[in-house]
């Protein structure tokens, strides 16, 4: 999942200074024993505010971090991630950890978020267990197939999540969700959707396949795309698809927006072609960067070849430490080749975050250099959802 470069804020609560302290002090330590020491103590300082909820201490103490110290921002940020997603219990014979198994998806129709059938969910814990998990783990997968507006919002709410599903982890049983009071979801061309689940294990024993002598976590990604891909088909009727190797759920959500970047370019290219009737040969698509005070996207306009109106847009983000000098413009450029678009326009205009003021979908850039609403011919555009992405 992105951590969000965030801009620095005053004033800062007694919590939040000891976060600082202890983060400072692990990320300055130089010796195993000594790491031990911080370790411990920013642990038990992280739960303790995971249990009561102080979401802002959390936020503030980072928000610091990201401009005073990155190496102290990465330890803190790691060891909130690792708290919240391995639960809040008192089980100390135990690791308890929520993972999430991502699928990429592209629909002309609605990309389902819906409760998943118990036959569904019986092959997705074979498949699991069979060719992602350790032997012997105990699990419990939660129900639904989740959208990305409808997952745990914050770190409290991700510690609370897991304890839930940990202790369903514990009899190896699923967890059932209610469905009243989850998000509409948005509706894009194409998107992610999560199964999330919690595992336990005796402590220090594996959790997945790739921990153990006789598999690499290259392996179990093969068996997972061939045998556990084929569960997903029935919760994404209409849908084209692609899994990502399960994991922790912080590390697979960001492998999951990591990976969707070249997948919603793939998904856009097809979609364009069979809609448009034309060949990945006759698109031409426009890259520019979007700033605010910094570059935050590039974002992606398709036109036909010959013609200047665009017709789709992608918006590219840049995670973690990505930034303009980075190799993304020429990852970007390399992944619309290989789609087959040989006219690639790439504009360094310095475009602002703009978004129409009427539906909100980001602005793209035309071949002309302006930032435009991207409009599908009318006849092709009732039968679309209402945002691309």
């Known amino acids: 999942m992105k951590r969000n470069r965030l801009g620095r804020r005053g004033g800062l609560p007694r919590d939040a200074e000891q976060l600082l302290w202890l983060a400072n002090g692990l990320a300055d330590s130089s010796s195993r024993a000594e790491d031990h020491f911080w370790d411990q103590r920013l642990a038990d300082a992280v739960d303790n505010l995971l249990r009561s909820e102080d979401e802002d201490a959390l936020n503030t103490a980072l928000d610091h971090l990201s401009t005073a110290s990155a190496h102290a921002y990465d330890e803190l940020a790691d060891m909130i991630e690792s708290r919240a997603e391995g639960a809040l219990k008192s089980d100390e014979q135990h690791d308890v950890l929520l993972i999430a198994a991502p699928v990429m998806a592209w629909s002309r129709y609605r990309i389902p978020a819906a409760p998943i059938a118990a036959a569904a969910m019986a092959n997705l814990r074979v498949q699991l267990k069979a060719h ?47 469905t009243d009071n989850l998000p509409e979801t948005a509706q894009f061309l194409s998107d992610t959707r999560y199964l999330l689940g919690a595992v336990m294990v005796p402590k220090g024993a594996p959790i997945f396949r790739w921990q153990e002598e006789d598999c690499t976590r290259e392996q179990a990604q093969d068996q997972w795309r061939a045998q556990g891909g084929a569960c997903f088909a029935p919760l994404l009727t209409g849908c084209a698809f692609e899994v990502v190797l399960p994991n922790a759920y912080f590390a697979a959500s960001r492998e999951a927006d990591k990976a969707s970047r070249p997948y919603s370019i793939q998904a856009s290219v097809a979609f364009l072609s069979t809609t448009l009737d034309t060949p990945a040969t006759g698109l031409r698509a426009v890259v520019a960067p979007f700033f605010e005070r910094q570059v935050e996207e590039y974002r992606i306009g398709f036109t036909l070849r010959a013609q200047s109106e665009v017709v789709h847009g992608v918006v590219w983000p840049l995670l973690g430490a990505e930034d303009e000098s980075s190799e993304t413009l020429a990852e970007i450029e390399a992944t619309l080749r290989a789609c087959g678009i040989a006219d690639v326009l790439v504009l360094d205009n310095e475009f602002p975050m703009e978004y129409c003021d009427d539906c909100g979908a980001p602005m793209y850039p035309s071949p002309e250099g302006e930032a435009v609403h991207a409009e599908l011919p009318e006849e092709q555009a009732e039968q679309m959802p209402k945002h691309l992405h």
């Open 132 to 178: 992602v998990l350790a032997k012997d783990v105990r699990l419990a997968l939660a129900d639904f197939l989740f959208s990305p507006d409808q997952l745990p919002q914050g770190y409290c709410a991700t510690a609370d999540f897991a304890t839930h599903l940990g202790k369903a982890a514990g009899t190896d049983t699923d967890l059932h969700i209610k």
